[in-house]
């Protein structure tokens, strides 16, 4: 495929960086994007699309471009939230929301969705379809799970998805997948110890979780070792750790330790939670304490289709990409995992630059120089597999 073939045309990047920049300036974090769904189905609906879908597992909006030909079913999917983090940086278009930024990208990975949307409404595919989804709640994981259960979801239930993330510290606009495992799967576990408070002369007196609490602090991270699991599969980060109370004259009554745990798939993830709720249940049991075990921000294991996974090579090819090798699964988790569970899906980076302030950091910005080459990354997929 050349690049003749592409509807895609480069006089659109002013309106979609002008959209990502209006965006940045107004995010909003997991669940809440609301004013964010309203610009984006606005931008969409103008494209005239077969079919509009809003609402999907909370605030996602889909659109639909069809052939009315048989043929496959094809999703690109991009993220519409924000993060709870103050912005520091001095661009123009900084954001607007104090305490809440676009600084993981999601405004970019938006406007390179709607960019492709304005490539399928310029030419239709000629069989099959595309649908263009803009997940809400990606950052906690609660996003993918809500968008595929909604029954809404089924009418547009795709034979492939794909998405790409951005990432610093790969070249600028260098390209990167892999075939099998390209995430880790995590999920977040607080442990609350419960003891009985005492007078810190008299702490005998009391119930103290100091002691347990230690023996987690250092057996959690030590877990995938001790049962057996490669260091390189998974791990255990203590994120959060709490004792009593700020106050000299009292012997603490509970404690709190958080930890992130994170696997290479998801038959390890259950495995290693299950572990970390023994090793918790174990230790409370012997010290006397109340426990409490909670979970959140789950995320599942993004599992590359091997033929999904060609698809974007040929795409990276046919572009003159320089290729960024993935040599082993990546530990961050994205939540697109779950869409591997529907369809025959794919993730793949492209490079924000070697010395790019990092995801999550309060000064990043996303680079527009990516938009014009994702849109036309997806557009080859979408045009080998649909025309």
Known sequence: MNSASLAFDEAVMPELVALRRQLHQAPEVSGEETATAARIKAFVEALKPDALLTGLGGHGVAAVFDSGAPGPSVLFRCELDGLPIYETGSIDWRSRIPGKGHLCGHDGHMAIIAGLAGAMAARRPVRGRVIVLFQPAEETGAGAAAVIADPAFKAIEPDFAFALHNLPGVPLGAAGIRAGAFNFASEGLSIRLEGKTAHASQPEAGLSPAAAMCELITGLPALPVRIGMAPEDALVTLVHARLGEAAFGVAPGEADVWATLRSIDNDLQERLMASARELATEVAARHGLELT?????????????????????????????????????????????????????????????????RLHNPDYDFPDVLIGQGVRLFERVARELCG
Request: one cysteine or more; aromatic letters at 10%; hydrophobic letters at 50%.
């Open 293 to 357: 075990l909670a979970t959140r921000d789950r995320f599942y294991a993004c599992q590359n289709d091997a033929e999904a996974t060609a698809l974007v090579e040929r795409a990276f090819a046919a572009e003159r990409l320089a290729v960024h090798r993935v040599d082993a699964p990546l530990r961050w988790s994205e939540d697109f995992g779950l869409f591997g569970s529907v369809a025959k899906s794919a993730l793949f980076v492209l490079g924000a630059g070697v010395d790019h302030p």
